[in-house]
């Protein structure tokens, strides 16, 4: 491991320089590329350095341990065993730094949210896990772009797509695939009964136009009106936009702008996103079908979450977690369940590479 971290030094000394290089300063895509791959090593390199940094306070405090100072041997004894515990917990950050990379980490995302069993219930969700996600994106400091929605029949929404921008967007969100479930009294339950409703939530990274090409030929384009509330222009002119991508029947529509041009430059983004999360389901299932079932894809089939309101809980069953604070978490306060997912599935990969899996939780 030492080896392939010193490689790495070496490589983040070599960008750093290129930094100062007046042929990469004088080439605006050149140094993007070489920022980029600089940033995405600092915090390996700074994790390295501070462990090197501890292993030699380690041998020095050791030595110290057969002083014929008194002092010193005891000042040893003291900090052994913080200085091998800080070891230990560099060399675990360091197994993780060193997993590859998800190419797809740096990459926006595009947001799908549907109601599913439940009827009006579960539109009433769909909002507030929607409106939760924009509350999050907005403390992460990301750009939120709502697509295109469809109202529900008593409020709420029958299903959402919004674009979430920012640094590592998709790093953070992509564990958030699933079915999520709620289990709460309707505001219009008059016996107090608990209904169990449920929403899909599908996150796909945003993909460029060398992640996939679409030829034109393939893509049917219509338009009409945009429907719902809405200032100039909405309801009268023919702004909406629906994609049909003949080839695989997918179907995306955008109404949110004025301008026809600008929707379907929208909807042309939300179509490359399915088809790029598609080829990479397709990469998956090739590559390695059992990790896909122990890290789990995301599909819309697996039931990721419950949300249990009058016991104020919230359990992810993926990987065994239960928290409480359902209001706080439902403002946006989500970091830490999320946080707990990359960790998890993290460890996951890291026990895939080097041992046995460990078990699955139950759900």
């Given amino acids: 491991m030492i080896d392939k971290l010193e490689d790495v030094e070496r490589r983040f000394e070599r960008l750093t320089a290129d930094l100062s290089n007046p042929d990469v300063l004088a080439d605006s895509a050149k140094l993007q590329k070489v920022s980029k791959e600089r940033a995405s090593l600092e915090k390996l ?112 929404v029958k299903d959402a797509t919004v674009t979430l921008s920012g640094d590592a967007v998709f790093s953070h969100m992509k564990y958030e695939s699933g079915v999520h479930r709620v289990q709460r009294v309707p505001a219009t339950e008059t016996q107090g009964r608990i ?12 993909a460029e136009d060398v992640d996939i090409q679409i030829n034109p030929a ?31 029947g997918i179907v995306v529509k955008c109404q949110q702008e004025k301008s026809q041009l600008k929707n379907r430059n929208m909807a042309l983004r939300m179509l490359r996103a399915k088809l790029y999360e598609i080829e990479q389901e397709r990469i998956r299932n090739e590559r390695d079908s059992t990790r896909r079932a122990q890290v789990g894809s995301g599909d819309r089939a697996e039931k990721i979450r419950t949300y249990n309101f ?22 946006g306060g989500i970091e830490d369940v999320m946080t707990a997912c990359r960790t998890h599935f993290q460890a996951a990969a890291l026990k895939d590479q080097t041992g046995p899996k460990p078990p699955t939780p139950e759900a």
């Fill in 195 to 206: 209904h169990t409703s449920t929403i899909t939530v599908s996150v796909m990274p945003e």
């Fill in 45 to 156: 390199v700074d994790t390295f350095r501070t462990y090197r940094k501890v292993l030699a306070d380690l041998n020095e405090v050791e030595a110290w341990l057969g002083s014929s100072d008194a002092d010193e041997k005891a000042y040893a004894r003291e900090a052994l065993p913080g200085l091998k515990e800080q070891r230990e917990e560099l060399e675990a950050q360091l197994k993780i730094l060193l997993l590859p990379k998800d190419p797809n980490d740096e990459k926006n995302v595009i947001l799908e949210i549907r109601a599913g069993a439940g009827g009006d219930e579960a539109a009433l969700f769909a909002e507030e896990v929607m409106q939760m996600y924009l509350r999050y994106a907005d403390r992460k400091g990301w750009k939120a772009d709502i697509l295109d929605m469809s109202p529900g029949n008593a409020g709420g």
């Fill in 218 to 248: 393939d893509i049917e384009m219509q338009v009409m009106r945009s429907t719902g509330s809405g200032g100039q222009s909405v309801n009268t002119t023919d702004s909406a936009v629906r994609l049909i991508h003949h080839p695989t």
């Fill in 310 to 331: 009058p016991q104020d809980r919230l359990t992810d069953h993926r990987i065994g977690l239960t928290v409480h604070n359902l209001p706080g978490i439902m403002v």
